[in-house]
Structure formats: structure tokens, C-alpha cells
């Protein structure tokens, strides 16, 4: 079985440089589908800003869930007072399951203060939330982990898992392995190696597949993990049942 | 012909095993690699393995701000399968059109060898940045100069890399661990196949990854076929095998 844990459900979204293949945009349920069928993912999470397009697709696909996408600013003419209101708002929907952060490009310091609200939501609602890692300041390890220490109950994934700066991989595992609340996930990493490494000191429960399609191809990203070096039970629980333990409590998605 | 332009021979934990020829054999055997060219800074041991591997080259890892460097890749360039000069401006912390690099670069252009240079993030360098090795390409007309990664895992370097690469007649494109597949046939699109070459970046970056990565890029077969070895053994060896 196969759960993508990071993937993109729009265009690009933050820059004028061309960052997916032409025509690989996942801008359409039928897209997704597609490319599930294609590769044999049964499931899969989407990572978005957008609510109601998000429940747009949920409601298309079975086996997708969501994360909501949000960052700590005002939005002006918003309906929700506040970001945090309106992640609970999108929480209360069945198939949202979790939270995405991306310090880099929302730019703020996830260790700030200003976080604690949501953290605390994540919490109370019992969802995850998944961190863009990778690059300075804000999406580094070491920063993610300040917020992990002061609320030990969230649990916080590092997505790409430090990306593609071996010392930065290096600051994912290191922190998630004296914090039992932090796990990785593997899109982007380039480094087989790393993944095996990540699961021999965190154990086989804290690493999870994601692809970041359609910024990422997904089969070079399941080449990737396959290619690591792991048992036939890790590579089980990394390619599938960690993000469906994490995300879903166990539950695989419908179509599996 | 599959020619990987740009493998360490070093070794990673849990990973792969390439400090020692029998590794770079196996791993040529298991991955079927003809020629691969060699990167590192220790001249003996390139050469230990040069000598002791069919179809492997080397090319000499160079900190300009070594003393005696300059000799020392003079050196090497008189043995046939030293085959060009490595230049990392991030990890050695130099902008790559400082004075003290020149020399380098002229000795470059009196043996015709193309010189490779690190290019994008990681690691954190504004050095290693296509637009700042762009500066080097033009005060340096006839070095060949190969753009190792062209520009790594960022997408705004890539588009550099490429740009750079559009206006520089003097300037190849090396896929080693940058990580998109369509990415090589837009390059190729953009500069012709002749100036885009694989390279792996192994044992950071795993060879099989890396051939399937090319191989996926959906390029015509000759396109492929010189993306994979032709453009590398044109660049580098320049019709010459030097056994």
C-alpha cells in the first residue's frame, strides 16, 4: 500500500519560475486520480490554502485527505476572525485531518509565540501538523523544535525532512530523536541513504512517504525510498502505515 | 554508452561503498556505467584508482587558495585520464571570478580542459550561484566551463543555470542530483543535447536514481543517448578514450 503524505492539489502558487513539468499541475480531481491510478497510491494527503477547493476534492476522491494550509497573519475581509478561527472552521470538516505550515515562504519564525493558538488547536482537535523544511530561517529543524518542546502533546511532522542540505537532514533527525512528537517525511530528500539512517535511530514508526507532487515526480520519489536500503516491514510502514497511523489513526483510506 | 560525470570516490554510511576501486567496479558493473569520471582533491589516490579502472577518469579538485595548487594541477594534466578540473566554490568559500582562481582557469584553457563547478544549493553559498560563475564564463571565453548540478534542488537556479547556459556558448549543463526528471528535456530544449550531461553526484546521490531520473525525462533516443554518455566523453574526453 501507498500513502502520499505531501502533495499539491493547485498550480504554482508563490513564484514566476516554472516549477512543475508542463501539464503535471494537479489542478483538477480527475488529474489526481489519474496520477494515483498511475502509480498505485491509495491514498493520499493535499496540501492547501484554499477550503473550499480542498473539500472540492475531497469530495471527489476517496482516498484523499486533507491538510489545511495556514499562516499567522490577518486576513483582510476574511470571514474568520482570525487564522486560527478559521482552521478550526476547516478542521470541523471529516476529511481535513491535519495542519500545514511553511515558515520559507509565509515567512515567520515557527518558534514565535504568536503560534501557540494554533498549536494549542492542534492539540485539542488531535491533528498534526506538517512543517516545510529545508531552508533558512524559519524551516529549519531547530526552530520547529522550540515549538515542539513547549507543547509536547502537538505532534509535528518535518516535511521534506531537512530537504536537500545534508546538514539540515542531519538537523531533522537529530531533533526528532530527542523529541518523541516530532516524525519526518521524505519528499524531496534526495538522499537514500538518510532515509535508512532516519529509521535506524527514530525506529520504523517516524518516517513517512510523501512525494510533494506535482513539484516532485512520484515514482523517482518511490524509487527513492525503495532504494534505501530498508527491510520489507519498514519499507511497508514508511511507504504507507506511518502517515495513515499519524493522520487517519490507523484507519487506511477506503480505496485500500 | 552511459558515461557518469561527476562520482567521489568515497564512501557514505548505510549507503554506498566507492572508496575503493572493487566499489567503483561494482558499482559500474551493477549499474551499467562505462566510464566514470572521478572527483576528488587527494591526486594519489585519483590516480590509484585511474590506473587501476578501466573507463574511469579523474578530475582534480581544486581550492585555489591551496598552496601550490596551480603546480600540482599542472601536474596532473599530463597524465592522459586526468581529465579536467573540479571547481566548488561553496564548500571552499570563493567567489569563482576571484583573482586567485584565474590562474587556474588559464591553466584550464592551456590544456583545453573543461573545468566543473559546483553550482546551487546546497550548500548556503551566494558563490555558487550560476550568475556568479557567469562572471568567470566571460572573462574566461575559451574554458568550457560544465555547471555540476545546474543548480541543484532549487528551482530559481535552475532557471539561472539554463539562462546562463542560453547565453554563454561556453557554459554545459550537469544533471547530478538535481532532482527533476523534466527539467533535463527542457534544458535540452533550451541548449541542445550536445551541452547537457549526466552525472550522478554518487554516493550522495544514488546512480540508479539518478539514470532513471534521465531516463524518464521523455527525450527523443539520440537526445537520450547523449544526455547519458556522448555529450560527457565529448566534453571530456573529446573523442579520445586515452585507453
Known amino acids: 500500500m501507498i500513502f502520499d503524505a505531501h502533495v499539491h492539489p493547485f498550480p504554482n502558487f508563490f513564484s514566476p519560475v516554472k516549477m512543475t513539468a508542463p501539464g503535471s499541475e494537479l489542478d483538477a480531481p480527475e488529474k489526481l486520480e489519474a496520477l494515483m491510478a498511475a502509480e498505485g497510491i491509495d491514498g493520499c494527503l493535499l496540501l492547501a490554502r484554499d477550503g473550499d477547493t480542498l473539500e472540492h476534492f475531497l469530495g471527489r476522491i476517496p482516498g484523499a485527505y486533507g491538510l489545511f494550509w495556514t499562516a499567522p497573519r490577518p486576513s483582510p475581509g476574511s470571514r474568520y476572525s482570525s487564522f486560527v478561527e478559521e482552521t478550526a472552521h476547516w478542521l470541523e470538516h471529516p476529511k481535513i485531518v491535519g495542519i500545514k505550515l511553511h515558515p520559507l515562504v509565509d515567512a515567520f519564525d515557527p518558534s514565535s509565540r504568536m503560534l501557540d493558538g494554533l498549536y494549542a488547536l492542534s492539540v485539542e482537535r488531535h491533528v498534526p501538523i506538517l512543517f516545510h523544511t529545508g531552508h533558512e530561517f524559519g524551516s529549519l529543524a531547530w526552530p520547529i523544535e522550540v515549538a515542539a518542546r513547549r507543547h509536547p502533546r502537538a505532534r509535528f511532522v518535518l516535511g521534506h525532512m531537512g530537504l536537500s542540505t545534508l546538514e539540515y537532514v542531519d538537523g531533522a533527525i537529530e531533533v526528532a530523536s530527542r523529541n518523541p512528537n516530532l516524525f519526518l517525511e521524505t519528499s524531496g530528500m534526495p538522499f537514500t541513504w538518510k532515509i535508512k539512517q532516519a529509521v535506524e535511530e527514530l525506529g520504523e514508526s517516524r518516517v513517512m512517504y510523501g512525494s510533494d507532487a506535482p513539484f516532485f515526480t512520484p515514482q523517482l520519489e518511490l524509487e527513492k525510498v525503495r532504494l534505501a536500503g530498508l527491510n520489507e516491514r519498514q519499507l511497508a510502514r514508511v511507504l504507507a502505515a506511518n502517515a495513515i497511523d499519524l493522520f487517519l489513526n490507523g484507519t487506511p483510506p477506503p480505496s485500500a | 554508452?552511459?558515461?557518469?560525470?561527476?562520482?567521489?570516490?568515497?564512501?557514505?554510511?548505510?549507503?554506498?561503498?566507492?572508496?575503493?576501486?572493487?566499489?567503483?567496479?561494482?558499482?559500474?558493473?551493477?549499474?551499467?556505467?562505462?566510464?566514470?569520471?572521478?572527483?576528488?582533491?587527494?591526486?594519489?589516490?585519483?590516480?590509484?584508482?585511474?590506473?587501476?579502472?578501466?573507463?574511469?577518469?579523474?578530475?582534480?579538485?581544486?581550492?585555489?587558495?591551496?598552496?601550490?595548487?596551480?603546480?600540482?594541477?599542472?601536474?596532473?594534466?599530463?597524465?592522459?585520464?586526468?581529465?579536467?578540473?573540479?571547481?566548488?566554490?561553496?564548500?571552499?568559500?570563493?567567489?569563482?571570478?576571484?583573482?586567485?582562481?584565474?590562474?587556474?582557469?588559464?591553466?584550464?584553457?592551456?590544456?583545453?580542459?573543461?573545468?566543473?563547478?559546483?553550482?546551487?544549493?546546497?550548500?548556503?553559498?551566494?558563490?555558487?550561484?550560476?550568475?556568479?560563475?557567469?562572471?568567470?564564463?566571460?572573462?574566461?571565453?575559451?574554458?568550457?566551463?560544465?555547471?555540476?548540478?545546474?543548480?541543484?534542488?532549487?528551482?530559481?537556479?535552475?532557471?539561472?543555470?539554463?539562462?546562463?547556459?542560453?547565453?554563454?556558448?561556453?557554459?554545459?549543463?550537469?544533471?547530478?542530483?538535481?532532482?527533476?526528471?523534466?527539467?533535463?528535456?527542457?534544458?535540452?530544449?533550451?541548449?541542445?543535447p550536445d551541452r547537457v550531461l549526466h552525472g550522478s553526484a554518487a554516493p550522495w546521490h544514488h546512480p540508479r536514481l539518478a539514470l532513471r531520473k534521465a531516463r524518464m525525462s521523455d527525450l527523443a533516443p539520440t537526445d537520450l543517448a547523449a544526455v547519458l554518455g556522448e555529450s560527457a566523453a565529448a566534453i571530456y574526453l573529446r573523442g579520445d578514450s586515452a585507453g
Not at chain 2, 567503483?24 to 594519489?44: F, G, P, S, T, W
Request: glycine letters at 8%; hydrophobic letters at 45%; one cysteine or more.
Open chain 2, 1 to 192: 554508452m552511459i558515461f557518469d560525470a561527476h562520482v567521489y570516490p568515497i564512501s557514505v554510511p548505510g549507503g554506498l561503498q566507492l572508496a575503493t576501486p572493487d566499489g567503483i567496479r561494482q558499482l559500474m558493473a551493477d549499474e551499467h556505467i562505462d566510464r566514470v569520471l572521478l572527483v576528488a582533491k587527494d591526486a594519489d589516490l585519483l590516480l590509484r584508482h585511474i590506473e587501476e579502472i578501466d573507463g574511469a577518469y579523474a578530475m582534480l579538485w581544486t581550492d585555489p587558495r591551496s598552496p601550490g595548487v596551480v603546480d600540482q594541477a599542472r601536474s596532473v594534466l599530463e597524465h592522459p585520464k586526468f581529465r579536467g578540473l573540479k571547481l566548488d566554490p561553496a564548500l571552499d568559500a570563493f567567489d569563482p571570478d576571484d583573482a586567485t582562481v584565474h590562474p587556474l582557469l588559464t591553466l584550464a584553457a592551456e590544456h583545453g580542459v573543461p573545468v566543473s563547478v559546483h553550482c546551487g544549493h546546497p550548500p548556503p553559498s551566494l558563490y555558487a550561484l550560476p550568475w556568479m560563475i557567469e562572471r568567470a564564463v566571460v572573462r574566461f571565453p575559451q574554458v568550457r566551463f560544465v555547471l555540476a548540478h545546474m543548480g541543484y534542488c532549487v528551482f530559481e537556479y535552475h532557471e539561472g543555470a539554463m539562462v546562463v547556459a542560453e547565453r554563454r556558448a561556453n557554459v554545459y549543463l550537469e544533471i547530478g542530483g538535481m532532482p527533476h526528471n523534466w527539467r533535463i528535456k527542457e534544458a535540452v530544449g533550451r541548449v541542445g
